[in-house]
């Protein structure tokens, strides 16, 4: 039997409710939107779900209480003003990355040298491009399974996708790039068991995890930006709350950078480390 849109989803937020997600309507709104093919925004002037919409709205949300992150189920990803391909084997951008793009967007100018290193789905670069100055720009990914997302993802927009390890990776720019940007992997192997089930069982590990203290990335990075940045170029780079005293002083302490600085983000968290390369 057809199903009114609005009730859709309060049925369907119901369910999301009693399994303990933090956000049932928004969730259910998402979903029902998407089996209807429909903007959230539009559900209200919707037509009634049909049987196979409402067949598959419940499969939908039958996947959500499993744990399975609604961008996954959606396949999309909102950041900022773009909306990106997302799934299996590429780590979901998240809202807490969006402050360090502004930032980065009030630095470039136009026919400055862009280097995005851990590229993942591309969210930071498409921002970056579609939102900022023409720039030329490179976005760097060592995942083959990401891989496909970010070269969908960064179509038509001109940024070059490299596959690299971002240690080895775009020697040919050396020294020669003003602005570095990087949300590199920065949870502690140690703190597997606190880490949020959906972000252990469906974001790529090697998204999340970088050694014992979650710094591994973060080090290689500081030498990886050294060699990109021309004198005075700039690096941006997301890390844990946490882990603010221990990377502005990794970076301060490190003798190719300068005017360290920590920035926090939305809702007031320590969130990325700014820096500038020496001459
Ligand atoms: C936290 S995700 C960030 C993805 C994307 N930049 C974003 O903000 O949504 C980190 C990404 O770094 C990639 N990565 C991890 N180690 C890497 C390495 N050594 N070289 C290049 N990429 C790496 C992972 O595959 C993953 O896509």
């Known amino acids: 039997m057809p199903l009114a849109a609005g009730a859709a989803v ?16 928004a969730e259910a709104r998402t979903l029902v939107a998407h089996v209807a093919a429909i903007e959230p925004g539009r559900i209200l002037l919707a037509d009634p779900l049909d049987d196979e919409a409402v067949t598959r709205l419940d499969e939908a949300v039958a996947r959500r209480v499993a744990g399975e992150p609604v961008q996954h189920i959606t396949g999309v990803a909102h ?23 502004g930032w980065c967007l009030e ?52 940024v ?33 068991e606190s880490v949020p089930a959906d972000v252990r069982d469906h974001d790529p590990q090697l998204a999340v995890f970088s050694g014992s203290d979650g710094l591994d990335a973060l080090r290689i990075v500081a030498g990886v930006a050294a060699r990109l940045l021309r004198p005075g170029g700039t690096l ?22 300068d005017t360290v600085r920590d920035h926090r983000d939305l809702v007031g968290r320590w969130r990325f480390i700014t820096a500038r390369r020496l001459s």
């Open 107 to 158: 630095q470039v100018v136009p026919g400055q040298r862009v280097v995005e290193l851990c590229a993942g789905s591309g969210a930071i670069s498409r921002a970056l491009a579609l939102e900022g100055p023409a720039t030329d720009q490179w976005a760097l990914e060592l995942s083959t399974d990401a891989l496909p997302y970010l070269t969908a993802n960064l179509a038509g927009t001109g």
């Open 79 to 101: 950041f900022r003003t773009t909306t990106l391909r997302v799934g299996h084997g590429v780590f979901v951008p998240r809202p807490e990355t969006e402050t360090m793009v």
């Open 160 to 192: 070059q996708v490299v596959e690299a390890d971002m240690a080895d990776g775009l020697h040919e720019l050396d020294g020669t790039v003003d602005l570095v940007v990087v949300n590199p992997p920065y949870v502690p192997l140690d703190a597997w």
């Open 10 to 25: 309060r049925r369907a937020a119901l369910v999301l409710a009693a399994s303990g997600s933090a956000s049932p309507d």
């Open 236 to 257: 941006a780079a997301e890390h844990a709350e946490v882990q603010h005293e221990e990377v502005v002083d990794m970076y301060a302490r490190d003798g190719r950078y």
